[in-house]
C-alpha cells in the first residue's frame, strides 16, 4: 500500500490530501526518513509522525519585530492598519508572525476573547495580502457587541481597489458566493440560479461608491461590503470582467509588478459599544499601492 493511502487510512480526521501534505513536509516518516508520498509500504515497516496541531491554541505573545500600527486605542476596541503580507492569526501553533501575536504582547488582556483561542481579539478578518483597517476587541463583552454589530451590517467598511478595464460608481453586484468546486483556494461566484442553490452558499452584495480612471486600463475604486464573505471584492468583480490588478488567483494581472492583490481596507465606521460614540477611522493606502497608481497617472 502506498504510505499517503496508509496514513490517510490510519489516522481519524486526516484525509489522503492532508497526509500527502504532511509527508511533503517531513512530517511523516518511513523508518526514520524521509519518503515520497507514493512510497509503497512493507511489512515491518515504521511510520511516525509529528501530530499536527489542534484546530484552537492560545497563540504565542511576539514583542519587537512585528509591525504594529494603531489608528485607535480605548479600553474596550483597538483599531490598527495591518500591512499586506502579514497574517491577521497563526494556522499553527508554532507560527509567531502574525497580527495577533504582536496584539497579545501589547494587549494580553486579549487572550481568550473572540471567535477561537488563536483569534484572540479580531472582530474581522482581511486576506493576507490585503492591508488596511482591522478592529479587534478587549474584553468578552465588546466582542460580543461588536460581532452583533458586525453580524446586523452596521460596521460600515469601505475599501480601495484598482481593477483592470473600466467601471462606473453606482452598481451594485448582488450575487451570492459559494466554495469553490474544485479549487480550496478561490471561492465561486453563483450567477446562474443552479448555482445558488449550492448548500455553502452566502449572501454576498458588494456596492461601487467612487470611480476613478487611472491611466488607460485601469479604474481605481471605493467598494462597500460591510458583511463580507471570504473573497468576496475579489471573486465579485473578477466575475464582472474587472479583477483586481495583482490578484493572480482571480485572473488579475501584474502581480509580478506589484507583489499582493490591490485592496485596502481603507475606512471603517461604527458605534463604540461602551460610549454610543461614532467612531469612523481612514487609512491612507500603503506607498507600494500609491506608487503603482501614481506611475499610470
Not at 512510497?39 to 511516525?48: C, E, K, S, Y
Not at 479587534?136 to 451590517?153: E, I, M, P, Q
Request: charged fraction near 25%.
Amino acid at each position: 500500500m502506498r504510505l499517503d493511502v496508509f496514513f490517510g487510512r490510519r489516522v481519524e480526521g486526516v484525509s489522503r490530501t492532508v497526509a500527502r501534505r504532511l509527508i511533503q513536509d517531513g512530517e511523516v516518516r518511513l523508518n526514520g526518513r524521509r519518503v515520497r508520498k507514493g512510497q509503497r509500504l512493507a511489512v515491518g515497516d515504521i511510520v511516525t509522525y509529528t501530530a499536527p496541531p489542534p484546530n484552537d491554541f492560545v497563540p504565542v505573545a511576539q514583542p519587537g519585530s512585528l509591525p504594529l500600527s494603531v489608528v485607535h486605542e480605548d479600553a474596550q476596541v483597538v483599531v490598527v492598519n495591518k500591512p499586506a503580507r502579514l497574517p491577521t492569526h497563526p494556522l499553527r501553533f508554532d507560527e509567531t508572525r502574525t497580527l495577533v501575536n504582536a496584539l497579545l504582547h501589547r494587549y494580553p488582556e486579549m487572550e481568550g476573547v473572540g471567535y477561537a483561542l488563536r483569534e484572540p481579539g479580531i472582530v474581522h478578518r482581511l486576506d493576507n495580502d490585503t492591508s488596511g483597517l482591522l478592529i479587534a476587541a478587549r474584553d468578552v463583552d465588546t466582542f460580543n457587541a461588536l460581532r452583533s454589530t458586525l453580524r446586523a451590517g452596521k460596521i460600515r467598511k469601505h475599501y480601495d481597489v484598482l481593477v483592470e478595464g473600466v467601471l462606473e460608481a453606482g452598481e451594485v453586484l448582488d450575487a451570492p458566493i459559494a466554495k469553490h468546486p474544485s479549487d480550496p483556494r478561490r471561492v465561486h461566484v453563483c450567477l446562474a440560479a443552479s448555482d445558488r442553490r449550492r448548500g455553502s452558499a452566502r449572501s454576498a452584495r458588494t456596492e461601487l461608491l467612487q470611480a476613478e480612471r487611472v491611466g488607460e486600463g485601469f479604474t481605481k475604486l471605493r467598494v462597500s461590503a460591510s458583511v463580507a464573505v471570504r473573497h468576496q471584492i475579489r471573486a465579485h468583480l473578477a466575475a464582472r470582467g474587472h479583477p483586481l490588478v495583482g490578484d493572480w488567483l482571480y485572473g488579475g494581472a501584474h502581480h509580478d509588478t506589484l507583489g499582493r492583490h490591490f485592496l485596502h481596507a481603507g475606512w471603517v465606521a461604527f458605534e463604540h459599544p461602551r460610549t454610543r460614540e461614532e467612531v469612523a477611522l481612514e487609512a491612507d493606502l500603503p506607498s507600494e499601492l500609491a506608487g503603482f497608481v501614481s506611475e499610470r497617472l
